[in-house]
Each structure stands twice: as C-alpha cells, then as structure tokens.
C-alpha cells in the first residue's frame, strides 16, 4: 500500500470555451497541469470522455497507474445537485440533466466529486491562495459576470437547492436598472462585472466631451476605466465611483451577515488591485459594522486560473478521502 501523503488529486475546471486539468499532490501543489477544448457538439455529450481520455493520455505519459490517484475533484457551471452530481442546466455547455459524477465516474474508475465552478474556486483560495488559511471567506470574481462563493467554518454554502453565493444576482438597482442574464433588473452584476463598468462607462460618454476615455482607440474596456481612473479622469473616476459603491455595499450587507476574517476579489476587474480596492474598502467601510470591519482583510486572488483546479482537488482531500 502506498502512503496516503504521496498520492495525488486530479483537479479539472470546466469552462465554456477550455477544460483545465490538474495533478496536485497531497499539498495542493500543482505537479502538472494541461488544457483541451472544450467540445460542445451534440450538447456537449462528449465532454466526459474527452477528460478521461486527456487523463489516460497524462498518466501513461508519466508511467502512474490510476491507482496513484484518489479522486478527481472537478467544477462545472451551471445547476448542480451536490449529492449526485448531477446537472440540471448549464447554458454555457448544452447540458439538460446531464449525469456528470456518473458518466465521469464510469470513464475513469476513479471516484468523482462536483461543485459548481464559483465555488470550487473560493475552495482554492482558501486552500492555497489568498484566503490564507481563513475560514470564514467571501470571495467575488468580476469578470464577464460577477460570481461568488461563500466559505462558512471551512464549507461552501449551498443552500437549500444549492443557489447560495449567487452574489452577481443581489439586487442593486430597484427601479429603471439594466436587464440581466438571469432574467431579473438592475442586479449586481449589471454594475460590477467588467461588462458593467463598460457600460456604464459608454452611457455617460456624452457628458465628458473632454474626458481621456474619448481618445481610446477600439473598444473601451474596464481595463481602460481603471486606468483613466488612475491618472485621474473625472469621467472615469465618476464610473469607479458608482461601481465600487454598488459592489461595496452589497459586500457590505453580506459581511454584516456572515462576518468573514477574508473577502477575496478574483477575476479580470480584480487586477486593478489597489486601484479597485482603495474605493472599494471606502465604500465598505461606510456599511459594515465596526467589528465586521475589524474582522474582515481585502485581498485580491492570487491563483487566477489555477484557483479551479486546486480547489477541486481541495474537495477531494477533504470530501473523498474522508469516506475512503
Ligand atoms: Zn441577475
């Protein structure tokens, strides 16, 4: 028998467009890492394989036997059912009550445990990333939407049908705010995603005729807005303005809720890093309780892509292992 501490972990994190993959020791260290394609032909029925045949190829590729792993620890989007693993929707890949745990299962003969991929991210961050060692962590990504994951004593928050973190979709603006792609108006995520900092950057175009964002060349991004906002644009400062105090208030009231030591600030918006934080924490600070404010440290994600995979394998050790 081998000892436990030298197996390893399989990470995977399904995205719409690649699959990331991961071997990770007993540490959460990444020992390889590798993408594909993601393949979303006939409703992507043949993404399973695709991952365990990308696996197969790794393991013989390094002369280690399938029984040099545990598990694989694996995030997806969509509606996820955690006991069963099964998919009820993800628009992103074409699945409509899709077995993932089962078929995946049956591919590799290892055994599999899913999350969805918000959360399994915050689980990296906490492991390995910027979370520290924190137990009790919010963690916001702003990028194309706005996503979350809320850690609690060291365990994701699920909820009753596993819609908790759903952060992009608190509601921000209660009259005359911008349609969302969950259906519903005016929700965080119009505002704070990095789509949303452009828009309301292209919306208020008019009323700066001399401002720097006019001389961008191409289309604007929130790259762009933070950058003016840096040398000090009053348009642009305008937009960080109303984007941190929409996302600081709603961090704000969620903190006062669930009263973490880390809130963690992932995805593209998030490499603004202090430029975004600063503001951000103002605003914060204006909502939160004094002693959630003593208690709560901003940081911004340190292990951008690899947060997925890591925290997969953050499952395994901690979910799998447990019953093996
Ligand atoms: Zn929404």
Redesign the pocket.
Same mark, same amino acid.
């Given at each position: 028998m081998m000892m436990v501490e030298k197996k390893w972990f399989i990470g995977v994190d399904l995205g719409g467009t690649t699959i990331k993959l991961a071997f990770i020791n007993y540490y959460g260290e990444i020992q390889h890492k590798w993408e594909i394609p993601t393949d979303k032909s006939e409703e992507g029925r043949h993404i399973t394989t695709h991952i365990a045949r990308a696996l197969d190829d790794k393991m013989e590729e390094l002369g280690l036997p399938n029984s040099h792993f545990i598990g694989i620890g694996m995030g997806a989007p969509g509606f996820i059912e955690m006991e069963t693993g099964f998919i009820y929707h993800a628009v992103n890949i074409g699945w409509r009550d899709f077995p993932l745990k089962d078929k995946l299962e049956m591919e590799t003969g290892l055994p599999v445990i899913i999350d969805n991929d918000a959360n399994i991210a915050a689980l990296g961050e906490m492991w390995r990333g910027a979370g520290d060692g924190a137990r009790d962590l919010l963690c916001v990504t702003l990028g194309t939407g706005v996503g979350g994951g809320i850690i609690s004593g060291g365990e994701i928050i699920h909820g009753t049908n596993g819609m908790a973190g759903e952060i992009?979709?608190i509601t921000s603006i209660v009259d005359g705010g911008v349609q !969302?792609? !969950?259906g519903?108006k005016g !929700?965080l995520?119009t505002i704070a995603s990095a789509t949303g900092v452009v828009r309301t950057a292209l919306e208020t175009m008019d009323e700066h005729p001399e401002g720097s964002l006019h001389k961008i060349s191409g289309e604007i991004t929130a790259r762009d807005v933070f950058d003016a906002y840096r040398a000090g644009d009053a348009h642009a400062t305008e937009v960080v303005n109303f984007t941190t105090s929409h996302l600081g208030l709603a961090i704000a009231n969620l903190a006062n809720a669930l009263n973490p030591s880390k809130i963690v600030i992932g995805g593209g918006v998030s490499k603004a890093g202090d430029t975004l934080l600063l503001p951000l924490k103002e605003e914060f600070d204006k909502f939160a309780l004094p002693r959630v404010k003593e208690g709560a440290d901003f940081a911004i994600a340190t292990l951008g892509n690899d947060a997925g995979v890591i925290g997969g394998a953050w499952l395994v050790k901690t979910k799998l292992m447990q019953k093996s």
């Open positions: 992009g979709h !969302c792609n !969950c519903k !929700c995520e």
